[in-house]
T-cell receptor
Framework: AQSVTQPDIHITVSEGASLELRCNYS??????LFWYVQSPGQGLQLLLK??????LVQGIKGFEAEFKRSQSSFNLRKPSVHWSDAAEYFC???????????FGKGTMLLVSP | KAGVTQTPRYLIKTRGQQVTLSCSPI?????VSWYQQTPGQGLQFLFE???????NKGNFPGRFSGRQFSNSRSEMNVSTLELGDSALYLC?????????????FGQGTRLTVV
């Protein structure tokens, strides 16, 4: 069965600093990978997705992620964090043939002034 | 195009009662999935419906059930509520064309069981 690991439960970054959130997946076939962001009490907003092709994908709000098959990773990056980026971030893999997702436990991003 | 709509946004129920949550997907989307989100367990898949048929099911007890109507709207029902059922319930819709499909989430229904 597929699984997703986000090793960092909390991360604190200074405003303006760069950010990298880690995600490792376990999946037998070529994975469909996603990053979602969730503000408190809200639903999930899609930041970016990887299906195939270029392994560096660009998303909304200045985020990007790189798919590395050899490391089974799909890390999320942003060059300069803004205070409004403070939220919880979820990495997910899609179940092939369906539309269902397996999520990591999430990483809470705190942004310090 | 309207997004995924979940009603109600908030619910308070008593242990032992039952509850029904509703989800209206994006127009044209035929797949609806439900997820439970709790601080301890994170986001867990409940079930997926496609064209009125349950296509996939997560590891939840039979107290959790769902259905989908011909207009793709979906409901989920939880019977004999337990305190541990308190959670944010999220619905997601997709066009489920296969391949590069993505899921769009609603704002969720916050269920509190007292």
């Amino acid at each position: 069965a597929q699984s997703v690991t986000q090793p960092d439960i909390h991360i604190t970054v200074s405003e303006g600093a760069s950010l990298e959130l880690r995600c490792n997946y376990s999946y037998g076939a070529t994975p469909y990978l996603f990053w979602y962001v969730q503000s408190p009490g809200q639903g999930l907003q899609l930041l970016l997705k990887y299906f195939s092709g270029d392994t560096l994908v660009q998303g909304i709000k200045g985020f990007e992620a790189e798919f590395k098959r050899s490391q089974s990773s799909f890390n999320l990056r942003k060059p300069s964090v803004h205070w409004s980026d403070a939220a919880e971030y979820f990495c997910a893999v899609m179940n092939s043939g369906y539309s269902t997702l397996t999520f990591g436990k999430g990483t809470m991003l705190l942004v310090s002034p | 195009k309207a997004g995924v709509t979940q009603t109600p946004r908030y619910l308070i129920k008593t242990r032992g009662q039952q509850v029904t949550l509703s989800c209206s997907p994006i127009s044209g989307h035929r797949s609806v999935s439900w997820y439970q989100q709790t601080p301890g367990q994170g986001l867990q898949f409940l079930f997926e419906y496609f064209s009125e048929t349950q296509r996939n099911k997560g590891n939840f007890p039979g107290r959790f059930s769902g259905r989908q109507f011909s207009n793709s709207r979906s409901e989920m029902n939880v019977s004999t509520l337990e305190l541990g059922d308190s959670a944010l319930y999220l619905c997601a819709s997709s066009d489920s064309r296969g391949g590069d499909t993505e899921a769009f989430f609603g704002q969720g229904t916050r269920l509190t069981v007292v």
